[in-house]
């Protein structure tokens, strides 16, 4: 499947990462959320842990301290507390 | 004679070398904007993507929010005065602190008692100086804002507006100065509590607002993104008065310089007429010399 979602993930200081994906897990307050394209809108609080992106054939992570989620349109925005990006 | 001219090239050596140093911060500053207009910038999608947030919440439950409720149990209302840290930047601190004066005065006449906050060490030591109390302060890095700083001023702005004790505050307002452009800032307020979300809301889209489900409950959703609202709001006035902070600071430094010049200048030339009136009187003490040994 093409990659029918756009993704923003923001921190307070700077976009950390946008582009398409097919699929994004992130952790919600309630238990980890798989959203694909079509998923129904939601807005939900984040608690600390991993944001994985699977962007074509890569797999991204981004460890969050928390923010939130907010997808609709097939637009996913991360809204991310801090995000430590010591992947590089 | 010789004295006088000494004292002259002294006054211009030392001028040179203040020169210098102006010239130097001057372009510190220069180079410092950019940086700060660019985490401007950079701030901008985050604080969109909560108004955004905030305002789908607002469309699909209906808000009532203690951040969102004016509180009329107390009269004493917060200002927040965002100013510089060290001076040699014009106008800059006094601008903010004149129009955070007027607020006061506005507030006061209103029948409200002002309690002040303090953002940077020209704020804390105009209070200070004036033996006026201050209920916190932050100093320390006015030209490059922190977003812990600001969480921590957002939390204590906070607490201070939920709580129920002798502390509590109805209001909060803050004083920074906007960067419009390079060569225009100016000082303004804005109120930040109780919340009015206005950007963002008149959304002209295509069709209605999708209905959004709500993890774990609208109430819940809202409670965690209003106070992150006010950090990013919090956080933008810092980041625009650090802007403003520098331009200033260039503009103030650009005409020390050219202040520095006309000093050196001057001395210059009176040095140059010190030099001369030393060689005349020399020659004519000579010539007086020469005639009185010729009439012996």
């Not at chain 1, 992130?26 to 994985?52: K, Q, Y």
């Not at chain 2, 020209?122 to 006026?132: E, L």
């Not at chain 2, 999708?210 to 209003?226: I, N, R, T």
């Amino acid at each position: 499947m093409a990659d029918a979602l756009t993704v923003d993930i923001v921190a307070p200081d700077g976009k950390v990462w946008s582009g398409a994906a097919s699929r994004v897990i992130a952790p919600s307050v309630e238990g980890e959320i798989g959203l694909l394209a079509n998923h129904e809108p939601i807005l939900s609080v984040l608690r600390a842990g991993t944001v994985r992106v699977t962007s074509g054939t890569d797999a991204l992570e981004f460890p969050v301290t928390g923010g939130f989620v907010s997808f609709d349109h097939n637009t996913i925005t991360i809204v991310a507390d801090a995000v430590s990006t010591d992947e590089d | 004679m010789g004295g006088q001219q000494r004292v002259y090239r002294q006054r211009i050596r030392s001028t040179q070398s203040l020169k210098k140093i102006f010239r130097a911060m001057e372009l510190i500053a220069a180079s410092r904007i950019g940086k700060a207009r660019d985490r401007v910038t950079a701030a901008a999608p985050y604080a969109h993507a909560i108004t955004r947030a905030i305002s789908a919440v607002a469309v699909h439950s209906k808000v009532d929010h203690p951040l969102t409720n004016e509180r009329t149990d107390t009269d004493r209302v917060a200002v927040l005065v965002i100013s510089a840290d060290r001076g040699m930047a014009g106008a800059y601190s006094a601008n903010a602190l004149r129009e955070a004066e007027r607020l006061t005065e506005r507030l006061k006449n209103e029948g409200k008692s002002v309690v002040s906050y303090a953002l940077g060490r020209r704020a804390a030591s105009y209070y200070s100086f004036r033996k006026r109390e201050v209920a916190s302060s932050w100093q320390g890095e006015s030209d490059s804002p922190q977003f812990g700083t600001a969480q921590e001023i957002a939390r204590a702005l906070y607490k201070a507006y939920v709580s129920d004790g002798e502390d509590a505050i109805s209001e909060v307002h803050v004083v920074y100065t906007h960067f419009t452009s390079m060569v225009s800032q100016e000082a303004r307020v804005i109120r930040l509590l109780p919340l009015e979300v206005v950007e963002g809301v008149a959304e002209p889209d295509e069709d209605v607002e999708p209905l959004y489900d709500f993890e774990p409950g609208a109430e819940e959703v809202l409670d965690s993104l209003l106070p992150r609202y006010i950090e990013s709001r919090i956080y933008a006035c810092m980041l625009l008065s650090a802007a403003s902070e520098l331009a200033n600071r260039q503009r103030a430094m650009n005409t020390a310089v050219s202040n520095a010049e006309d000093i050196i200048r001057q001395y210059t030339r009176l040095a140059n007429s010190a030099r001369q009136a030393e060689i005349t009187q020399e020659i004519s003490e000579i010539v007086s010399g020469a005639d009185a040994l010729a009439a012996s």
